[in-house]
């Protein structure tokens, strides 16, 4: 199935008698939902851009890299850094917007500005009874039932169909370097990174990958180069200067996990404590790319270690398998968030029908 109208969408749920995989591009699907498919690929259009209130809304089945065009044209973009996972995930077809909130799909500068659910002001869907529900509003000025607007984004389909997103969008900056910190082992390495978030510098990206460490500034040019001469002070090490386009590439590269394409093995990703990042990845012996000063780790392993990884993350924070098969994907939720989630569905999706099973 693939409605072109909401309200094709509202009767093809009404109408359902058995579980409904929802998609959009299905590039970046993880889990074990099944049923009919019903994408939402056919809902296409910028229903409302306005530049100068920071401001878009977008129908939900619309490609990101349509998106993406309409705002580069007026020297804006989504804050959040879209990443690609056609690469990690081996696959093919268009990333839309919609599947992009669902996934709450956020890159590197989430350590500055937050994450997709941030960037949200409104939404339009469609629950599992086939009910249009909307909520929050299509400018800053009006984002009523703002926690709702949240609440959809990261449920991954399971309270409804996503129909409408609303943005905050972001001016693109005069200016990107980024410092690339060599001669470090991990744990100095991430150090540097934390010394460099908890500086007054304004830092949008803090990563690490194959043995170095990187460090993005954005703004104005005078602004971009006073911040990386201190933060050159600050984090010490072997530092080189990578700017505009290479700058642009290496943080692509950190978004997209590229690190681990056409490379075997199960890929995780691990959100912990930024000072536990460095022994909780050697712990697990696997190849590692730091994100978020450590925060989050994407991590490359054999297959079937999914008990070793939840036990070294255990009381640490949590890890889902975003690649690989066999056990959970999604870490287990304690009792108390279980009962709250399952009253949720239970409330939005009353007979269970929207990506069933996918999150336990």
């Not at 089945?61 to 959040?80: H, M, N, S």
């Not at 470090?184 to 460490?213: H, K, T, V, W």
């Not at 971009?224 to 642009?248: F, I, N, P, Q």
Request: hydrophobic share 45%; glycine share 16%.
């Amino acid at each position: 199935m693939r409605p072109t109208t909401e309200a094709d969408l509202a009767e093809a749920i009404a109408a359902a008698t058995a579980p409904l995989l929802v998609r959009g591009g299905g590039t970046r699907t993880i889990g074990q939902a099944v049923g009919d498919v019903l994408e939402t690929g056919g809902l296409t259009g910028v229903a409302l851009y306005e530049p100068g209130a920071l401001t878009l809304v977008v129908r939900a089945g619309t490609p990101v890299a349509e998106v993406e065009r309409v705002l580069a044209a007026d020297r804006q973009r989504l804050a959040f850094e879209v990443p690609d996972l056609r690469g990690l995930l081996g696959r093919e077809g268009v990333s839309t917007i919609g599947g992009v909130v669902a996934a709450n799909a956020s890159g590197p500068r989430r350590v500055q500005v937050g994450a997709a659910r941030d960037a949200l002001l409104g939404v339009r869907f469609v629950d599992g009874s086939g009910t249009v529900i909307k909520n929050g509003g299509r400018v800053m000025k009006n984002v009523t039932g703002y926690d709702l607007v949240k609440l959809l984004a990261g449920s991954r389909g399971t309270l409804g169909v996503l129909t409408e997103v609303s943005f905050k969008v972001q001016a693109l900056p005069e200016a990107e370097a980024t410092l690339v910190i060599g001669g470090l082992g991990d744990e100095a390495g991430l150090a540097a990174l934390r010394r460099a978030l908890g500086s007054p510098f304004d830092i949008s990206g803090a990563a690490r990958q194959s043995g170095q460490s990187l460090i993005r500034v954005e703004g104005m040019a005078g602004s971009v180069a006073y911040r990386l001469d201190r933060l050159r002070a600050l984090v010490g090490g072997d530092v080189e200067v990578a700017e505009a386009a290479v700058s642009a590439a290496l943080w692509r590269d950190v978004r997209d996990v590229a690190l681990f394409h056409d490379k075997p093995g199960e890929v995780w990703r691990i959100v912990t404590l930024p000072t536990a990042a460095a022994e909780l990845a050697g712990r697990l012996a696997g190849e590692a790319l730091w994100d978020c000063g450590g925060g989050l780790i994407w991590l490359r392993l054999d297959h079937g270690r999914g008990a070793e990884v939840a036990a070294a993350v255990a009381g640490r924070g949590h890890a889902t398998r975003v690649r690989g098969d066999g056990g959970p994907v999604f870490p287990p939720e304690a009792p108390e968030v279980a009962l709250l989630a399952a009253g949720l569905r239970a409330k939005f999706d009353p007979r269970g029908i929207l990506n069933a099973g996918l999150m336990g």
